[in-house]
């Protein structure tokens, strides 16, 4: 960065749905990011995440695997970049909401946007991706919990 600022964290936001980058591109990427004076990745997986168990069905079919996620944090720290995961859990709930198995947990039956807070399985859904996000990132100081633009 050219002139110094008053932030900081100077995150770059990766929103990971729909054309999700290559592991190898983000080992092109990861150090223009930190020579432009980012410190940080704000990794917004959604359904690239590689979920196990009964989230499985959450995940992409072209998800990272839990070794490339491995590999992306590696590469995040050879370029001094520190990792917070985001994690939906309220708001931006569609790739979640969208299955059969959990449309009951919406707020509005018709929008698979917003998880219904007042359901106890909602409480433990976002308990269980948390703690899977957190199994993979087991160094992470933050994690980013969304919960903006929710509207219903």
Same mark, same amino acid.
Request: proline letters at 7%; aromatic letters at 8%; charged letters at 20%.
């Given at each position: ?11 770059? /936001? =990766? ?6 980058? %290559? &592991?190898? @591109?983000?080992? *092109?990427?990861?150090? =223009?990011? /930190? $020579?432009?004076? $980012?410190?940080?990745?704000? +990794?917004? @997986? ?13 995940? $992409? %079919? ?8 491995? *590999? +992306? #944090?590696?590469? $995040? ?8 995961? #985001? ?11 969208? /299955? ?7 707020? &509005? ?8 807070? /007042?359901?106890? *399985?909602?409480?433990?859904? &976002? ?21 903006? *633009? &929710?509207?219903?």
């Amino acid at each position: 960065m050219s002139s110094p600022t008053p932030f900081k964290m100077r995150l770059v /936001h =990766l929103d990971l749905k729909g054309a999700p980058p %290559k &592991v190898s @591109y983000l080992s *092109e990427v990861f150090p =223009l990011f /930190h $020579a432009l004076g $980012a410190n940080g990745l704000l +990794i917004e @997986y959604e359904d690239m995440f590689p979920y196990e168990g009964h989230l499985r069905l959450l995940r $992409a %079919k072209h998800a990272y695997s839990p070794s490339e996620v491995t *590999e +992306i #944090l590696r590469l $995040a720290r050879l370029s001094e970049l520190e990792v917070i995961p #985001l994690v939906q859990t309220f708001g931006h709930m569609e790739f979640v909401l969208k /299955h059969a198995a959990f449309a009951h947990l919406r707020e &509005v039956a018709l929008f698979p946007n917003t998880l219904n807070p /007042h359901e106890a *399985e909602s409480l433990a859904l &976002v308990q269980a991706m948390i703690d899977q996000i957190l199994e993979l990132h087991r160094d992470v100081r933050w994690l980013h919990i969304g919960c903006d *633009e &929710v509207s219903d």
